[in-house]
């Protein structure tokens, strides 16, 4: 019903910048919340940042004043912009959506994931 698909992950040196970029469709009514997560290896998940629907964001305290995050609502896309970046940002990142369905207007909502985007920051 919903496809989430991320774009923009890659190998970067340190210091250097990417941006990360999550489209989604299907049969959506709404998007509430937007966010990012990353996962590097023998690690867990974590949260980076969030946006609502308002715009009000979070971040983990590893991404402030580094990363931005932001969302283009009538292209139901997210971005995460990551400036600065460290070796340790190595991870894949994963992108969600909280999504209201077409058929079910007044919830609940539903979160769907991306298939996640590597990112590979070198020393």
């Known amino acids: 019903q919903v496809q989430v698909v991320e774009s923009g992950g890659g190998l970067v040196q340190a210091g250097g910048s990417l941006k990360l970029s999550c489209a989604a469709s299907?049969?959506?009514?709404?998007?509430?919340?937007l966010g990012w997560y990353r996962q590097a290896p023998g690690k867990q998940r974590e949260l980076v940042a969030l946006?609502?629907?308002?715009?009000?964001?979070n971040y983990a305290d590893s991404a402030k004043g580094r990363f931005t995050i932001s969302r283009d609502n009538a292209k139901n896309t997210v971005y995460l912009q990551m400036n600065s970046l460290k070796p340790e940002d190595t991870a894949v990142y994963y992108c969600?959506?909280?999504?209201?369905?077409?058929?079910?207007?007044?919830?609940?909502?539903?979160?769907?994931w991306g298939q996640g985007t590597q990112v590979t920051v070198s020393s």
């Open positions: 969600y959506a909280d999504v209201l369905l077409e058929s079910s207007r007044e919830g609940p909502q539903f979160r769907y």
């Open positions: 299907g049969s959506i009514f709404r998007i509430n919340a």
């Open positions: 946006i609502t629907s308002g715009g009000s964001t």
